[in-house]
C-alpha cells in the first residue's frame, strides 16, 4: 500500500503527540509520588510528639517552626555508684557460692582453697575445718562430687563496710555408691567485710536443703 505525502505528515504528527503526551504523564505522575519540601515539614509537624524516627537508636527533633532542631541518640541509663557497688557484690556472691559449693573427693576440695584468696584471715581458718569435716563425713564414699549453681541473689543488708547477700543454689551430688544424683536446692548465707577497695567474705553458712 502506497501512501501519499499527506498521510506521512498525519502519521508523523500522531506519533509526535504521542510521545509528548507521554512526557506529560510522566512529569505528572513523578510529581505526585515526591513530596516536595512543604509535605515533608508537613509530615514531620504531625508526627508524635513533634519527632521523627530516622532510624533505630536515633531521633530527629523537629521544632516549633516545623524545621529540624537536632539529631540526638538514645542512650541505657547510667548506674550510680551505688547501683554499681550492689551489681558487682551479687556477681562476686553468685561466683563465690557456686564455686564454693563445688567440690569432689578427687581434686581434694582445692575448689574451695583457691577461694581463700576472697575470704578473711577466720573465714580462711574455719574453711580448712570445714574441709576436714566434709573429708571425714564423705570417707566411705569412693567417688563423691557436688556441682552448684546460683539460681538468684538478694542483698539484705548493705552499708559502706559491710554485707549481708544470700544465694539461692541448685547442688547436684554425685557418688559411685549412689544410685543416681540428688538434686537439692540449698541458700548460702554470704556476710562480706569490706577491706581496702575489696569485699572479703567474713561469714559462710548453708542454709537447710530444700529437696
Do not use: C, H
Not at 102 to 125: A, H, P
Request: hydrophobic content about 40%; cysteine-free.
Amino acid at each position: 500500500m502506497i501512501i501519499s505525502n499527506r498521510g506521512k505528515i498525519i502519521l508523523a504528527g500522531i506519533a509526535v503527540l504521542v510521545i509528548v503526551l507521554g512526557i506529560i504523564l510522566y512529569v505528572v505522575l513523578r510529581s505526585e509520588a515526591v513530596p516536595n519540601s512543604e509535605q515533608l515539614a508537613n509530615q514531620a509537624g504531625n508526627s508524635m510528639n513533634g519527632s521523627l524516627s530516622v532510624k533505630s537508636g536515633n531521633r530527629l527533633v523537629i521544632n516549633a517552626d516545623n524545621q529540624p532542631a537536632a539529631i540526638t541518640k538514645d542512650t541505657a541509663p547510667v548506674l550510680d555508684e551505688q547501683q554499681q557497688s550492689e551489681i558487682n557484690l551479687e556477681r562476686l556472691a553468685t561466683d563465690f557460692a557456686s564455686r564454693f559449693g563445688s567440690y569432689s573427693t578427687t581434686n581434694n576440695y582445692e575448689n574451695i582453697r583457691d577461694l581463700q584468696l576472697f575470704m578473711t584471715t577466720e573465714v580462711k581458718t574455719w574453711s580448712e575445718k570445714y574441709i576436714t569435716q566434709e573429708k571425714a563425713k564423705n570417707k566411705d564414699s569412693v567417688v563423691m562430687g557436688i556441682t552448684t549453681q546460683g539460681l538468684a541473689t538478694k542483698i539484705q543488708e548493705l552499708t559502706d563496710n559491710s554485707a549481708t547477700v544470700v544465694v539461692s543454689t541448685q547442688r547436684i551430688k554425685t557418688a559411685q555408691s549412689a544410685a543416681g544424683p540428688e538434686i537439692t536446692y540449698q541458700d548460702l548465707l554470704l556476710k562480706f567485710s569490706k577491706q581496702g577497695d575489696s569485699w572479703l567474705v567474713s561469714w559462710i553458712e548453708w542454709q537447710t536443703p530444700r529437696l
